[in-house]
């Protein structure tokens, strides 16, 4: 499915507002409201995806086809599931094609095709975990992952670059020559960072920001293509 197709239909029918009152706060109302009123919310619902940010991906993959048929794909962060949702469908996995493993510290409701563990990406075994998962390299990681927010700007961008960086870690350490890498980072500075390390072992690595992300977020998706291959293996023969 293209995320082109239907853009007619995002249009919103008109502002809904939530009540004020009850127990919840201003900041809970305020997001409340932005979900009502998110066509992409709406549209999410109606075709079935589990989130938002399927829409996301499917735009991300529609411009640089990251997810072929028969691509094994690393889902980090996959709660409640819209990635590997995408991901599934069009790597083939109705057919039998490709394979999608995923991890969340949430739990994830069933997604045919898909296989699930509910696992911390920081704890330290989860790197071998996600290897047997898989059964072999990746084609493709991505990550959507997110700290829990602080409200704290800074501190916020730091946790989530500390999350980025360790999915790219993760991703040298699995990737067939060729892959790709997609993560979520935030916009203040350190994702420069980011780029110019990738950019040692990636053809070419770029910021993206999809329409489905939102206007008012600082959010951007650091995509890294063309996968070098990891280190040369070690000689036997004397220097």
Sequence with gaps: MSADKGKSGLKAAGRQKVRKGGNRTPSQRAWLERQLN??????????????RAAYKLLEIDDKFR????GSRVVDLGAAPGGWSQVAAQRVGRQTGKGRVVGIDLLDMDPLPGVDFEILDFMDEAAPERLKAMLGSGADVVMSDMAANATGHKKTDH???MGLAEAAAEFARAVLEPGGAFVAKVLQGGTENTLLADLKRDFAQVRHVKPAA???????????ATGFRGGAEPASDEPA
Excluded: M, T
Excluded at 40 to 48: E, L, M, P, S
């Design 38 to 51: 998110d066509p992409y919310v709406a549209r999410a619902k109606r075709d079935g995806y589990r989130s």
């Design 66 to 69: 990251l997810l072929k048929s």
């Design 158 to 160: 730091l946790k989530i």
């Design 213 to 223: 992300s939102r206007s008012d977020s600082s959010e951007l998706y650091v995509l």
